[in-house]
């Protein structure tokens, strides 16, 4: 079992960043695809970015070119690097660990952004 724990979260106005950081209890090393998702009350979780164990990345088409997705095996962390936010950002973002036959979740940290 992996334990995430996200943080980083917070209210930024728009045109600002944040980075989230997750930290897993255990290693990451052998997780296929380490992601970040989020949600906002009566819609879906989204997946915003992932990366896998060779370091490819995939981004949602809203968030290309602002947001970047890095993990780093050695201290068991996956960070998102959020640039240029917009009010249309703000949703708690989650943490996602997938295994395949098994998916994990953090949390979430809250992330508002204010126009």
């Known amino acids: 079992q992996v334990q995430l724990v996200e943080s980083g979260g917070g209210l930024v106005q728009a045109g600002g960043s944040l980075r989230l950081s997750c930290a897993a209890s255990?290693?990451?090393?052998?997780?296929?695809?380490m992601g970040w998702y989020r949600q906002t009350p009566g819609k879906q979780r989204e997946l915003v970015a992932s990366?896998?164990?060779?370091?490819?990345?995939n981004y949602a088409d809203s968030v290309k070119g602002r947001f970047t997705i890095s993990r780093d095996n050695a201290k068991n962390t996956v960070s998102l690097q959020m640039n240029s936010l917009k009010p249309e950002d703000t949703a708690v973002y989650y943490c996602?660990?997938?295994?395949?036959?098994?998916?994990?979740w953090g949390q979430g940290t809250q992330v508002t952004v204010s126009s």
């Open positions: 255990r290693s990451i090393f052998s997780i296929n695809v």
């Open positions: 996602n660990a997938n295994k395949g036959v098994i998916v994990y």
């Open positions: 990366i896998t164990t060779g370091g490819s990345t």
